[in-house]
């Protein structure tokens, strides 16, 4: 399963300018799995997690990529950070209509 973290009342899968990717943590990529309080309380009080399956993710055609989380973050968060990215051949309004899809 894959967590992003989100402001409460925001869209949780919006593309900022300059941004490539949304950050997410693949809970399963590290053992044991990462549970829903170990995340947030690395993060603002208050923010949320949404969580979607992978295939979630692949059937709009987009791709999660494994990059190490920022040094800040506890070791398992660094280890099962990954971005959304578009998918080969996605233009950047695909993409983020396909990231508005999974809201």
């Known amino acids: 399963m894959l967590l992003r973290v989100a402001e409460p009342g ?14 997410v943590f693949d809970s399963d990529s590290v053992n044991p799995p990462l549970t829903e309080a170990e995340v947030l309380s690395n993060f603002r009080p208050g923010s949320v997690l949404v969580i979607r399956a992978l295939a979630d993710i692949h ?13 800040s973050l506890p070791q398992r968060l660094q ?6 990215r578009p998918g080969p051949g996605m233009s950047r309004i695909q993409f983020k209509q396909a990231l508005k899809d999974l809201e």
């Open 59 to 71: 059937v709009r055609g987009l791709i999660v990529v494994s990059i190490p989380g920022v040094g």
């Open 79 to 84: 280890d099962a950070h990954s971005e959304i």
């Open 10 to 23: 925001k869209p949780a899968f919006q593309l900022r300018k300059g941004e490539e990717g949304l950050s």
